[in-house]
């Protein structure tokens, strides 16, 4: 009796538990933060400088080990053993709980140090952080998933680029903790902005599996069969599939995070919808995303012409994230650069 | 929804009434894509031309003959132009007509599996698998029930048993979700927009109004509300930075009869009375009571002249000269630390704006602190920064200041200046005015320090800084918004919508049983484009036909 089934000719295996191991791993989580915060505790005062907290240092030595998984994910492409691979993993899955260790100790420095304190999502250095550990997180656990360790190599980098990002913040001076303003004061803010940082980490998880895509094609269609990429890059099933998955977590999430945006502007700022620059950016990569379902539902499209919007649509999404601080003006505060 | 035969009603496929072809021209894919990327691009446009601001802004920005074209074309205020609305309009049609298309073939779907249906001739996905459970259509209908299958039909076709089941056959309510939400969330916009209104109102503490100004297009209009609101407190709590944390106001409605309802609003916590809402958005001054003193250096004598005004009172003398009050700061946060890169803030206190202009000394503002008297703060027009000097001592100290005086009268007539003929002018300064010599050292230090500093920055007057009583309005915005319960319901529907769209699948199965050989052929058909979410079905189908044979078996 043969036990892997094969449907539309590529054999698919049914999908493995994994909640018992990401369980474990959110307990772990916790008890670091545990340990983290009562090492810290005695030492904090208010207006201590950042660089001095222990947030800021356990964010750096996260990033290291995120950078030295990119690393070995990149090397894994030539370097197929197992052990690089899993060595890439765990290095990930170490800078990722390290981020996350690190933001909720800064939750409780905020406490100490500032007048108030906050939910460490309140400014674009912190969101940042919060970014790259959630797009590593959501790659990891579809990686537990497919069971397949190659797409890191093009994931990790769009982290890279998020942990770059966060230095430069740190170089102007933007890093340290802040006094919120009164309308960043909301619980609604709070859900808003996790739910729309989950969504874009999907988005760029889906912009990774995009740019698989592409290279995969593009080593089939030169013909080399066993080159590295023909080695290590998934099918184009499976990229797609990835593409796909993401986007449809993402867009949910993204829709969510979008209503309780609207919910948050209608207590503070008396209507759900103002065509606020930030608000009107959300609109752009809703459609965005709407059309590339529509689309793949509608019309069944797939492959290379999906690829591109989905890295086409992540480069909509990194617009309304960083681009409309930068370059437009509007209600959202709490992202504007200095 | 599904171009799948076997779902195909015989409704419109030979219908070609105008209104059908209306309707599937509507809802075709292009025109739904196009409209869905017009709005993208237009809200692009919106965001990068500043919307609703004064004609002024966009010529200085724009030029003249830009500013004549966009405006022609409604692009500041693009949101509420003609051309904006009606491709919203097209969009809601184009979704409603999706909608009616597909509304009697869901009818026709989502009925209960009517009758045996045979093996399909097209599949979405299939396997074969050897197992003793080949002889048992009762364990395999068994395995399918726990995978959520409820509907099962059994036949026979040529002499092998053959069961049919089905599950999700409402999951094409997740299109009629998404795609009504999508619908009902414009239409709430639009109830909103047409019966509902958004406006300022600004209430200095103790008042009473009962008008809201509302924005049109870049000019007010005012709506008169069926009740008054009065502010009887404004309260603001400030960082130690100067930073407000949070601001709040008590509010009360009341009418004729006496106070209606009462409660203090803070920035994310408004006030709601039958479907208006009063939200806490700004605050300002509403003329705060200044006292300060004139102290004018051109006329001789250096005349006092105290002034009890209010922020934004004007006042003018009659020959040209015009003093405005702008801004009362009743907390001054500043870094004072003195080693770089440590912060050691401190509140100076408050601060008042008073702008000057005359034809003689053009346009000055000075910021005059009431805890430091001494610091000379001003910024000219045209000058970006402000400028900090010494007086030497308040100009309130009368007798220093007619010191000064003397003095400045005494150097005006010397020929040549150098230390000793200035000590010989201070000395006779002081002799004029009788004071005596013991304290020509802490006198001469001020009077010297003063000179320069008048000398380099040439101001007009001086100004004392000396009470304030504050008063301020808190900025309300007002808003009635019939359509947002709709949009929110809407919203809930969307969201289940999308769920069950993208996760939820009317998936039928096959299995043919074949006893002699002792294995069970399976098939299925899934909704909808995208087959992918068959393969994890079959695979688990497949491993729990596997396990449940090797325990019967
Ligand atoms: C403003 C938003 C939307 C507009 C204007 C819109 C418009 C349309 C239109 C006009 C159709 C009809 C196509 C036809 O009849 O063949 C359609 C179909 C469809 N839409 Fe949307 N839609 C919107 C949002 C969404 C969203 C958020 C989804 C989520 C996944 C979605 C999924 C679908 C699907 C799956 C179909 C195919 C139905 C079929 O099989 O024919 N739509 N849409």
Redesign the pocket.
Known sequence: MNNTTVINGAPVQPPRSIWGYWLAMLVLTLGLAGLAITGEADRLAPGIPFIDLLSYKLTGYANVLLGAATLLYLAHLWFTQPAVGKWATGLATAGMIGLLVALLTRWFETHQVLEEGHVPISNLYEVTIFFTALTTLIYLILESLSRNRHPGAFVLPIVMAGIAFELWLVSRGQAGPQNLVPALKSYWMHAHVLANFIGYGAFAVACGGGVMYLVRQRAEARGNSDGMVMRVVPGLGECDNLMYRSIAIG?ITF?IATILGAAWAYDAWGGYWSWDPKETWSLIVW?TY?VY??LR??KGWAGSRMAWWAILGFGVTLFCFIGVNMFLSGLHSYGQLS | ???DPENRTPDNSQASGIAVRLIRF????P??VT??CL?ALASTIGTVLVQNREPDYYIANLGPSWYRLLDALDFFDMYGSWWFITIMTL?VL??S??LL??GPRFWHVSRPLQAMRPWPKRSDGGFTLATPLAADTQAVEGVLRRLGYTEFRSGEEQGRPLLLARKGRYSRLG?FF??GG?VLICIGGLITSQLGFRGVMNLPEAESDDKVYVQDGNSYRTLQLPFKVRNDDFAISFYKTGMPSEYSSQLTLHGEDGDIISKRITVNDPLRYQGITFYQASFGDAGSGVNFTIHDLTTPGFPEQRVESAVHKELEDGMGLKLTIKELRQHNVMNMATEEGKTDLQDAGASLDIHLSSPSSGNITYRIYMAYPHMLAFGRTGDEEMTYDNLGFAPAEREKLQLLEAYLAEVGQLKVRDPDSNRAAFTQAMEKLQLPLSRATELGTAVATAESALRTHKLPMLFTFSGYKPKMYTGLQVARDPGSPLVWSACAL?VI??YM??YMHEKRIWVRFDREQQQLEVCALLS??DKHPLNTTLARLQQELGSASSTTG
């Open positions: 867009f829709t459609i709407a379902l529509h539902f509608v | 929804m599904s171009n509507l809802s075709s894919m025109v739904a409209l869905l709005v969009l184009s979704v007509a999706a298309r597909h299109f998404v795609h999508v969307l919508g999308l769209m993208i909808g484009k």
